[in-house]
């Protein structure tokens, strides 16, 4: 039985996985799990594979920082808190930046900074145990691992403020519904069902993901002009390369045929993917 709190896992289909493995603690954040977290993302950073799978061991993904470790400390509570929250932020924002996708299992409490981390993903997976909560102004602290950003991105300022302000615990059915997570599943087929997303990404056009996601990022800053015109350079890019060259072709061969003669479009198939 490994005795790291968060491990990197590379598999042959091209997944790299961080699996956060303390489950005996809910995966809390401590300093030694908030530093193995950053170290772990900046390894996967080098090399990510085709595509990264976020996900925790046992019942819980992240129940946010370790009070225990918080507590009893004195005036070195501040400069504790400030050293997990640093290192934990890095990973954050290496895993937001990562150039490929990035799919995020949750099952059970995504509490605290383990919903900033939850939110890291591109697609993120959840079981209908999962129940997101902030719960930061209950213990008289503020929101950290990018919560306050993301959240105001993917829901609004005003769903944002009810979470943040209230602590309000949201189901993985709600959380699907807000739009905070991608799709919910049962508890049985979270695990099976985020690793096929993720091995589905990974043995795409790599190139295509790539570029579509880094459009996808700029998208919300870029004024529109400035976006069309890099959508613009980006198919124009893609187009003439050779994997799309083959995928083009071999997506007008597979609607070719039926009453069609060979070589002929049927009348029925679309022969346009805009």
């Given at each position: 039985?490994?005795?790291?709190?968060?491990?990197v896992v590379?598999?042959?289909?091209?997944?790299?996985?961080?699996l956060?493995?303390?489950?005996?603690?809910?995966?809390a954040?401590?300093?030694p799990?908030a530093?193995a977290?950053?170290?772990?993302?900046a390894?996967i950073a080098g090399?990510p594979?085709?595509?990264?799978?976020?996900r925790?061991?046992?019942?819980?993904?992240?129940?946010?920082?370790?009070l225990?470790?918080?507590?009893?400390?004195g005036?070195?509570?501040g400069?504790?808190v400030h050293?997990?929250?640093t290192?934990?932020?890095?990973?954050v924002?290496?895993?937001?930046?990562?150039?490929?996708p990035?799919?995020t299992?949750?099952r059970?409490?995504?509490a605290?900074g383990?919903?900033g981390?939850?939110?890291?993903?591109?697609?993120v997976?959840?079981a209908r145990?999962?129940?997101?909560?902030?719960?930061?102004?209950?213990?008289?602290?503020?929101p950290d691992?990018?919560?306050t950003w993301?959240l105001?991105?993917l829901?609004g300022?005003?769903?944002a403020?009810d979470?943040?302000?209230?602590?309000?615990?949201l189901?993985?059915d709600?959380?699907?519904r807000?739009g905070l997570?991608?799709r919910?599943v049962?508890?049985a087929?979270?695990?099976?069902?985020?690793?096929?997303t993720?091995?589905?990404?990974a043995a795409?056009s790599?190139?295509?993901?790539?570029?579509?996601?880094?459009l996808?990022?700029?998208?919300?800053?870029?004024?529109?002009?400035?976006?069309?015109?890099?959508?613009?350079?980006?198919?124009?890019a893609?187009?003439g390369?050779?994997?799309?060259?083959?995928a083009?072709?071999?997506f007008l061969?597979?609607?070719?045929?039926?009453?069609a003669?060979a070589?002929r479009?049927?009348?029925?198939?679309?022969?346009?993917?805009?």
């Amino acid at each position: 039985m490994s005795t790291q709190p968060v491990r990197v896992v590379r598999h042959s289909d091209g997944i790299v996985e961080l699996l956060l493995d303390d489950p005996g603690r809910g995966n809390a954040l401590d300093l030694p799990t908030a530093e193995a977290l950053r170290d772990a993302a900046a390894d996967i950073a080098g090399d990510p594979g085709g595509a990264v799978l976020l996900r925790a061991a046992g019942g819980n993904f992240c129940v946010g920082g370790d009070l225990r470790a918080f507590a009893g400390r004195g005036a070195e509570t501040g400069p504790y808190v400030h050293a997990v929250a640093t290192a934990a932020h890095s990973a954050v924002r290496t895993l937001h930046e990562l150039p490929v996708p990035v799919v995020t299992a949750v099952r059970g409490a995504a509490a605290g900074g383990g919903i900033g981390l939850a939110l890291a993903g591109d697609i993120v997976v959840a079981a209908r145990s999962a129940r997101f909560r902030l719960a930061y102004t209950a213990i008289g602290l503020t929101p950290d691992c990018g919560a306050t950003w993301l959240l105001q991105r993917l829901l609004g300022p005003r769903r944002a403020a009810d979470l943040i302000l209230t602590n309000r615990v949201l189901t993985g059915d709600e959380a699907e519904r807000w739009g905070l997570v991608s799709r919910v599943v049962e508890d049985a087929g979270l695990d099976d069902t985020a690793h096929r997303t993720a091995a589905a990404l990974a043995a795409g056009s790599g190139a295509a993901l790539r570029a579509a996601k880094e459009l996808s990022r700029a998208a919300s800053e870029a004024p529109l002009e400035e976006q069309l015109a890099a959508e613009a350079r980006s198919i124009a890019a893609l187009a003439g390369s050779a994997p799309a060259q083959a995928a083009m072709e071999s997506f007008l061969a597979a609607r070719s045929g039926g009453g069609a003669s060979a070589g002929r479009p049927s009348d029925q198939e679309p022969q346009s993917v805009s």
